[in-house]
């Protein structure tokens, strides 16, 4: 007796819970369907911003200087290969190999040594080979707050 009269209410609140719970998921499934699409979406998109294919292309190992800027500041290149710098501006620039740090308003440019082309006047050109894989920043020690660069060999 007491059996039955607890199965009844106990069997409309499965109803009514099963009811919520349905309603629950249609309305949360829905709004988790996008997020979850974008999810995948992004992660194979990132490794493929990470890479810089989209710099190499231009690998013809040549970098111009012009309007108080490396072009490109990044360029990619193969263990080995020779790059060439070719002074585009009017007066002097340097392709100097190094970092570049903010010191109180301005900036300091630290030169590590592992390559210098000096002043290059308009129409000169530096060459330098890249022989061992590594990253190479460098800067111009006239304008080291503007121009900066990288080479990145087989890094
Ligand atoms: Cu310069």
């Not at 199965?7 to 349905?22: D, G």
């Amino acid at each position: 007796m007491k059996a039955q009269s607890r199965r009844f209410p106990r069997f409309t609140m499965v109803l009514v819970a099963a009811a919520a719970a349905l309603t629950l998921a249609a309305c949360g499934g829905s709004d988790q369907a996008a997020p979850a699409a974008e999810a995948t979406e992004t992660a194979p998109a990132a490794p493929a911003t990470g890479t810089h294919d989209g710099h190499s292309a231009g690998s013809g190992a040549a970098v111009e200087m012009r309007l108080i800027q490396f072009r490109p500041e990044l360029l990619e290149v193969a263990p080995g290969t020779e790059v060439t710098w070719t002074q585009n501006d009017a007066g002097f620039h340097t392709v100097t190999s190094g970092t570049v740090a903010p010191d109180g308003g301005g900036v300091t440019g630290n030169a590590d040594g592992k390559f210098a082309s000096g002043r290059l006047a308009t129409g000169q050109t530096f060459k330098f080979s890249f022989a061992e894989a590594g990253v190479y920043p460098y800067f111009c020690e006239i304008h080291p707050a503007t121009m900066t660069g990288e080479v990145r060999a087989g890094a």
